[in-house]
């Protein structure tokens, strides 16, 4: 897969190093590094796991490694809360 000039693509960078993070951590989070993604729209056409430049969706100009070509989201809310399915017809029901 490969970028194209203008499309959206989603890069990733080292925002800080593993000896860059706070002293207070758990150690377990403190020797792994903290890494960045961006989705924004490709200055260049290069090949995934090249480094790209891209503008962000607020204008800024950000380069780090292609990961993605047309990136979709992939989060969720979760499965539905038994709990909270009730609530609503319980507060229509007060209202009436």
Do not use: N, Y
Not at 30 to 36: L, M, R, S, T, Y
Not at 65 to 91: K, W, Y
């Amino acid at each position: 897969m490969k970028s194209e000039v203008g499309h959206l693509v989603e890069i990733s960078w080292v925002a800080l190093g593993a000896t860059e993070r706070a002293a207070h951590l758990p150690e377990s989070s403190k020797v792994v590094p903290v890494i960045a993604r961006v989705k924004g729209f490709a200055q260049s056409s290069v090949p995934l796991g090249a480094d790209l430049s891209v503008r962000t969706f607020a204008g800024r100009l950000l380069t780090g490694t292609l990961i993605d070509v047309a990136p979709c989201h992939t989060h969720s809310f979760g499965r539905p809360q038994p709990e909270l399915l009730i609530i609503g017809p319980l507060l229509r029901e007060e209202l009436r």
